[in-house]
């Protein structure tokens, strides 16, 4: 009986152990737009003007070189982080959606994701702050204008940058000598561009769980301990 009472607390703390591990491997910060004023202590806007539109994430980027973008809480680049966002196009020259996964200053802004006017998944060194480098563009018949809703994923892979698709696949890859280290956040140019659900999940994120709205209170208080 004794030996089947160690072998069971054993079977219990190496689950335990297990289960414990994996909770604190990754954790998640999300935001869904749906209080403006949660979306104002999540994120700061560098550049653009950004408001809650029906739900969505909006902002307008007039011209080439005039991009829009925002960075969200103090997450950076590491292995293991992955971006998740919705995005549509309103209207606009190029119509672009892109995920941030390195800012690393105001002329060095690195991101990913759909350049819906040419409907394509692209790597680049941002025009937005000047200095653009295209690390590839691979065409998908997928990625269109016209409001259809876009969801992708930037992940961090070691020294890989890679989207993936809707349905998990991989559809462009970019595998740096050294990766650039910056802040994560979303931007556009030249477009309309609205985004929804965007989370951030990864070793290094700081989780948040969204109270109602009558305990915003308590989540403000969260949040600042945890930006």
């Known amino acids: 009986m004794k030996r089947f009472t160690l072998a069971v607390t054993f079977t219990f703390v190496s689950l335990f152990t297990t289960l414990v591990a994996s909770l604190t491997t990754a954790d998640t910060l999300k935001d869904d737009f749906k209080d403006a004023r949660l979306t104002k202590e999540l994120w700061e806007v560098k550049k653009g003007d950004w408001k809650i539109e029906d739900g969505w994430w909006e902002s307008n980027s007039p011209a080439v070189g005039q991009g829009s973008f925002v960075l969200f809480s103090d997450i950076e680049t590491h292995d293991g982080l992955s971006m998740k966002?919705?995005?549509?196009?309103?209207?606009?020259?190029?119509?672009?959606?892109?995920?941030?996964?390195?800012?690393?200053?105001?002329?060095?802004?690195?991101?990913?994701?759909?350049?819906?006017?040419?409907?394509n998944w692209t790597i680049e060194k941002s025009a937005l702050a000047g200095g653009e480098q295209n690390f590839g563009e691979i065409a998908d018949g997928r990625v269109k204008a016209g409001g259809v809703i876009i969801l992708y994923?930037?992940?961090?892979?070691?020294?890989?940058?890679?989207?993936?698709?809707?349905?998990?696949?991989?559809?462009?890859?970019?595998?740096?000598?050294?990766?650039?280290?910056?802040?994560?956040?979303?931007?556009?140019?030249?477009?309309?561009?609205?985004?929804?659900?965007?989370?951030?999940?990864?070793?290094?994120?700081?989780?948040?769980?969204?109270?109602?709205?009558?305990?915003?209170?308590?989540?403000?208080?969260?949040?600042?301990?945890?930006?």
């Open 85 to 119: 966002v919705k995005c549509r196009d309103k209207g606009g020259g190029w119509s672009n959606c892109y995920t941030i996964f390195a800012y690393v200053d105001d002329d060095e802004v690195y991101y990913a994701g759909a350049r819906i006017g040419r409907g």
């Open 153 to 227: 994923t930037v992940s961090i892979e070691g020294k890989d940058v890679v989207i993936y698709g809707e349905k998990g696949k991989e559809v462009n890859r970019h595998s740096f000598g050294k990766m650039p280290i910056g802040r994560i956040g979303l931007a556009h140019e030249n477009t309309i561009t609205q985004y929804d659900d965007f989370e951030a999940e990864g070793p290094k994120v700081k989780g948040l769980s969204v109270q109602p709205l009558g305990k915003l209170t308590a989540t403000w208080a969260r949040i600042k301990k945890q930006l």
